[in-house]
DNA sequence: GGTTGATATTGAAGAAATCAATAGTTGTAT
DNA sequence: ATACAACTATTGATTTCTTCAATATCAACC
């Protein structure tokens, strides 16, 4: 008795039928011609049955091959509106998706995921904005965005907050003091020397409070800095020989960044909990499953799986 | 677009449908319950869609499973209409097939096939009689056997002839007077300590035809051996350490045969050519074919492949 | 008998299916 | 709340399947 079959092997068998022939069937279906004749060899064994002629040419079903083909026309074409229904249900999902995305985490994150989303629900606008914390939550209230993705807790319980990751920091720098072969705590972070995004942003906030600073004493740089841009703000660490703390999926981009200016930090690891947040009427439940589970499974081969984490609320 | 589906898959579906359960489908299908949790979501990940809602107890299917169950059930459904169109279609095979085959093959070559051939025929009644190449050509010719298993050529030109694969001979030596490092030729062979089987066996005429010898000249042993059996000759040979040849599926026989006191013949290899032969009015064809692809299968990987053999006429 | 046009086979590589064991989750009763 | 019970998800290892490129084999036609 056959155990289970596939539809490429109904396949295979449909185009060896119509074309006479197993190297054109093959052909037809976009393999090898060893690879058809062995798979039309391997069906005809799980039915103990012969169901081509070889002898022929044009190769011919044989009579027990008759008695089955119809079957199995029948079976591929009720696999085929199987297709057309799970296309027509993907359909389904339809209209506009605005998304908020603080911008430490957005040139990171967006890529590992965006890109099946736009092909998967070609009915789907997604409108992406970069924008921080603040004013993710604002425009989520005024129902101006749908989702906002961002390091959670919010304050706001009004919203609703999904976790999907946590985050933790590693150290960047850029003075070379640090090295290769010692664990290093946050403590031993020279505050003095550390760098911060502008204070809008929770990163900034949350390595603040990392490094147990009421707030940052920026006075000691001699220099005034104000961007939202990750990467300014590695150019100026790397020019002023200093060091900050990056996100882990920051320092995943190897094109910005040298592996060798990374290090550990541990007992505990700090970490942010990224998230997501909706208002408590968004509708399109099923859609954020669906991010959900997109973006779990696109960041999970990225980072550790370490359970000494201390999460670092962002405000 | 989903490529392939298997039918496993679905029955993975519907099993979890039916008990709500993982746990519980996955006994159903006789896998663990981490296989059915891999598959299932394997699925809906190739439809691009959630189709359980693990979150209900029981487990229920989504908006999305829903929509898609009804024509899984139907290709399913076909799909054992297909099963059932097999299982008929295989039981078409039934009558007798009655089966001649020449004593110094049957012991070695039957158990290779002929288990598979009787259950996965059941309703063919099948008979074997272990005789001589004489006495099955004569019975086929009455018609009193199907089909004959022998070294071919037969010389009766009526009969159809069909070559399965060549064996080679090997010299077995009780004598010790063999060495493992050379190579040994026919020449070699010590014809005054050759014993062989009753004349009637196309085996002693063989090995006759090998050692070059007009009749073979017995009377240098003393012993009158009249035997049918490979079983006696080699306790005969063992007892007079003597030697003789044996065709090589008999030398593959572990528990009657010592390797150590097996030999290869070289340049050329002797061998004989096993085939079937029929009535040209027997009209079984389909179980011909299915009996020689059976054989060939069975035998192929005990056969070594060489080139360099010379085929001994069993007349 | 060799040449041509086909199918079959082989050996290796990569993907998929499966399992046993374990981690993680959720709901319930303390 | 907290711990337990019942369930699902994940992991890592293993086996089996699928596929390909290259090659062997077969058959028909000169």
Same mark, same amino acid.
């Given at each position: 008795?056959?155990?289970?079959?596939?539809?490429?092997?109904?396949?295979y068998?449909?185009?060896?039928?119509?074309?006479?022939?197993?190297?054109?069937?093959?052909?037809?279906?976009?393999?090898?011609?060893?690879? %058809?004749? #062995?798979? &039309?060899?391997k069906?005809?064994?799980?039915?103990? *049955?012969? @169901? +081509?002629?070889? !002898?022929?040419?044009?190769?011919?079903?044989?009579?027990?091959?008759?008695?089955?083909?119809?079957?199995?026309?029948?079976?591929?074409?009720?696999?085929?509106?199987?297709?057309?229904?799970?296309?027509?249900?993907?359909?389904?999902?339809?209209?506009n %998706?605005r #998304?908020? &995305?603080?911008?430490?985490?957005?040139?990171?994150? *967006?890529? @590992? +995921?965006?890109? !099946?989303?736009?092909?998967?629900?070609?009915?789907?606008?997604?409108?992406?904005?970069?924008?921080?914390?603040?004013?993710?939550?604002?425009?989520?209230?005024?129902?101006e965005?749908?989702?906002?993705?961002?390091?959670?807790?919010?304050?706001d319980?009004?919203? #609703?907050?999904?976790?999907?990751?946590?985050?933790s920091?590693l150290?960047?720098?850029?003075?070379?003091?640090?090295?290769?072969?010692?664990?290093?705590?946050?403590?031993?972070?020279?505050?003095?020397?550390?760098?911060l995004?502008?204070?809008?942003?929770?990163?900034?906030?949350?390595?603040?409070?990392?490094c147990?600073?009421?707030?940052?004493?920026?006075?000691?740089?001699?220099?005034?800095?104000?961007?939202?841009?990750?990467?300014?703000?590695?150019?100026?660490?790397?020019?002023?020989?200093?060091?900050?703390?990056?996100?882990?999926?920051?320092?995943?981009?190897?094109?910005?960044?040298?592996?060798?200016?990374?290090?550990?930090?541990?007992?505990?690891?700090?970490a942010?909990?990224?998230?997501?947040?909706?208002?408590?009427?968004?509708?399109?439940?099923?859609?954020?499953?669906?991010?959900?589970?997109?973006?779990?499974?696109?960041?999970?081969?990225?980072l550790?799986?370490?359970?000494?984490?201390q999460?670092?609320?962002?405000?």
């Amino acid at each position: 008795m056959i155990s289970s079959i596939s539809t490429n092997q109904i396949k295979y068998v449909l185009a060896l039928e119509k074309t006479g022939s197993f190297s054109e069937a093959a052909d037809l279906c976009f393999v090898t011609q060893s690879t %058809l004749s #062995i798979m &039309i060899k391997k069906l005809e064994n799980q039915c103990n *049955l012969i @169901l +081509f002629d070889r !002898k022929s040419k044009p190769i011919t079903l044989t009579k027990e091959g008759e008695e089955l083909i119809n079957q199995l026309k029948l079976i591929y074409q009720e696999f085929e509106v199987l297709q057309e229904i799970i296309q027509g249900t993907n359909q389904e999902f339809y209209g506009n %998706l605005r #998304i908020g &995305i603080i911008p430490t985490l957005a040139p990171f994150l *967006l890529p @590992l +995921f965006l890109n !099946k989303l736009v092909t998967n629900y070609p009915n789907i606008n997604f409108s992406i904005d970069e924008i921080t914390t603040q004013e993710i939550t604002k425009r989520i209230k005024t129902r101006e965005l749908d989702i906002g993705i961002l390091s959670l807790p919010i304050e706001d319980q009004e919203l #609703i907050q999904t976790s999907l990751f946590n985050e933790s920091f590693l150290i960047y720098d850029a003075s070379g003091t640090f090295s290769r072969n010692k664990k290093y705590k946050i403590k031993d972070i020279d505050v003095s020397r550390l760098w911060l995004l502008e204070e809008s942003h929770c990163l900034s906030s949350q390595i603040e409070k990392i490094c147990l600073l009421k707030k940052m004493d920026t006075s000691k740089h001699n220099l005034e800095f104000k961007s939202g841009s990750i990467l300014s703000l590695l150019e100026l660490v790397n020019m002023n020989k200093g060091l900050t703390l990056l996100p882990k999926l920051a320092t995943l981009q190897k094109n910005l960044i040298k592996p060798s200016y990374i290090f550990n930090l541990v007992n505990p690891i700090p970490a942010r909990e990224i998230g997501i947040i909706t208002h408590p009427n968004f509708s399109k439940k099923r859609l954020l499953d669906i991010l959900e589970i997109e973006i779990k499974k696109s960041v999970k081969p990225l980072l550790d799986k370490t359970k000494r984490i201390q999460l670092i609320n962002p405000y």
